[in-house]
């Protein structure tokens, strides 16, 4: 398989402007500049970016708690998403959500939300809107294997499913939700299988190899726009931050209950340097090439930071305002 | 044995009453997401795997709706489960089996079978946890005929009705509040039960009634105390059971004073603010000097950026200001 040089530059870059955003919010977590829950996605990064080199602004996505990644790769900005973790008005969500709701609509990212599985179904109606409207755009769910305990889940791939709705289930399987390890969750870990008797064609795949992410991706999103969704997904992972902010067991109850030489096993397997060896080995790219992305996105977060300084705060005056579109008087 | 100077935390307090419960009752278990982390439900169920083991204590998959059914269908059938919900903004996944289940069963089925159930959510906000990590839903239970729903302020009352909770033989909504988890208070270290349906004057005064619950009673009582210190009398109602409503105590202080400001930890419209105003207007109205005044959180989800929480919640301060406007 040959891809373009720039193509594979820009699914790098796209996973470095995920880490260098998030790991920008590291100081400013533990000395409390941050404040609300923040949900690092570093280590799954090559899954949003080799799903959404498949999208356009067209295709709609829905997140959950863990969404800085699908928000950036789906072409929300930086700032949107520094502006919101600080809670600004430069903030995708005007400092009213936080790093658990963003939004981009213009570039369709129509919103994340941190109740497990709850937005499972509303990716579904903007699949159903496609359909209904006759475009052969997508949507796409991404929740985590935690959210497979929700029956949700199942109600919406059945109905997906005798919908033939363009719908991509993305289930980034990390192996543990908050203090649970996934065997004490479900008898098997398997959970693409869970699609199969809903007639749904369902791949698991590694979910650090952006490349098998975006191939994974690139069938589902062809079926999809053909009228043949929905399409499950299913991307192991690891993340290599706190379930909550940086480190789970230095900050707060010490929860993090995930034994250490796991957690350096998969530090061996962080995708994006394993996805800059690979550019650089197989001489796809030059050093040069990634010199210039990681100066430029180190650039960018920094602009962006500047910007959410300079950025207000929100007003308790406008404690009122996005209640309502249209305020009744 | 008992020791009546032992200071416990609203934490400990929830957790002795669970522990000790279910060494009194074998037919008590507890089920939830989450019950194994401190991270979700504080200090309140430490030591219970220990002692119980999990055929009685379960942490469960994140399925809040299957879970909830499960402590109904159990208590249904000669169990007194208790399922807990680390936040209640988790809960609405459950509803069904509260709702429409739980709460009618007794009545729909001529009284054959009861639900000696006890739904327990936490109530965890502030943090710039944003909307959907911050919601106090306790009207919404209230609202419905079949549901009692009690809202300890104290850690007292925190053991005293949990107790009572997993005893009573109907289906029980027991919420508590993170922001009240490290008071400390004199708990009794037996086992004792506070009556359901019964509020408490936890501050005497004559010159004006606070009605409050939960963690807006504690702010009161601070407010009362501060107050107090400048020569007003405040007297505050600490409800203690939301719903059914300790009229008759409610009524004869706001009579007394001539005075009521009811404060709710949850949205003002259509509430437990409102119920208790429409119960003064109703049955006290000529005793009144003045109209009821309401304090509760404006009609608005809440807000994640904390300048715009400080104006959003309801603490000490705020109650004293409207004390004193309504004095003036
Ligand atoms: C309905 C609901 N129940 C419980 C929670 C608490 N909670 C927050 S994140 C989480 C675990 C999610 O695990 P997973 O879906 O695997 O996502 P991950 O955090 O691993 O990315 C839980 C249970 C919640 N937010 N919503
Ligand atoms: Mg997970």
Known sequence: MKYEKSFLLSLYR??????????????????????????????????????????????????????????????????????????????CSHGRGGSMHLIAPEVGFLGAAPIVAG???????????????GSDAVAVTYFGDGAAGEGVLYEAMNFASIQNL????????????????????????????????????????????????YEAARRAVELCRNGKGPFFLEFMTYRLRGHVGPDDNIQGNHTDIRPPDEVAEWRKKDPITRFRKYLLETDAVEQKDIDVIDLDVEKEVAAAHQLVRESDVPNVKELNSYVFKKTVA | M??????????????????????????????????????????????????????????????????????VGASIAG??????????????????????????????????????????????????????HSQAIHSLFAHIPG?????????????????????????????????????????????????IGRAAVSRKGDNITIVASSYVAYEAMRAADQLKKEGINVEVVDLRTIKPLDKNTILQSAAKTGKLLVVDGGWQSFGVSAEIAALAAEHIFSDLDMPVKRLALPDIPAPASQHLEKGYYIHCDTIKSVVLEMLD
């Open chain 2, 147 to 195: 549901l009692k729903v009690v809202m300890p302020a104290t850690p007292y009352d925190a053991k005293g009705l949990m107790a009572a909770a997993i005893n009573d033989p109907d289906p029980v909504v027991f919420m508590d509040d993170r922001w009240l988890y490290g008071i400390e208070d004199y708990v009794p270290e037996e086992l004792y039960e506070v009556e």
């Open chain 1, 119 to 133: 937005t499972i179904s509303l990716a579904m109606g903007a699949a159903l809107a496609h359909k209904i409207q």
């Open chain 1, 166 to 213: 363009p719908l991509i289930f993305v289930c980034e399987n990390n192996f543990y939700a908050t203090h649970m390890p996934i065997r004490e969750t479900r008898k098997k870990d398997t959970i693409y299988e869970s699609s199969l008797p809903f007639g749904i064609e369902a791949v698991r795949e590694d979910g650090n190899d952006v490349l098998k992410v």
């Open chain 1, 14 to 91: 796209t996973m470095l402007t995920i880490r260098f955003s998030e790991e920008s919010f590291i100081a400013p977590l533990l000395d409390g500049t941050v404040r609300c829950p923040v949900h690092l996605t570093s280590g799954e990064e090559a899954i949003a970016a080799g799903i959404s080199a498949l999208l356009t602004p067209e295709d709609k996505v829905f997140g959950n708690h863990r969404s800085h990644g699908h928000f950036l790769a789906k072409g929300g900005s930086v700032a949107g998403l520094i502006g919101e973790v600080f809670c600004k008005e430069a903030g």
């Open chain 2, 2 to 71: 008992s020791s009546k100077k032992r200071l416990l935390n609203y934490a400990l307090a929830i957790n002795e009453a669970l522990s000790q419960s279910m060494a009194a009752d074998d037919s008590v278990f507890l089920i939830g997401q989450g019950l194994k982390s401190p991270w979700y439900v504080g200090q309140t169920c430490t030591g219970l795997l220990k002692d119980f083991g999990e055929q009685r204590i379960m942490d469960t998959p994140v399925s809040e709706n299957a879970v909830t059914g499960a402590a």
């Open chain 2, 79 to 132: 169990m007194k489960g208790i399922v807990v919900h680390p936040r209640v903004d988790f809960m609405l996944y459950g509803l069904d089996p509260v709702i429409n289940q739980a709460a009618n069963w007794y009545y729909m089925n001529g009284g054959k079978a009861s639900v000696p159930v006890v739904i327990w959510g936490i109530i965890n906000r502030g943090g710039e946890q944003g909307a959907q």
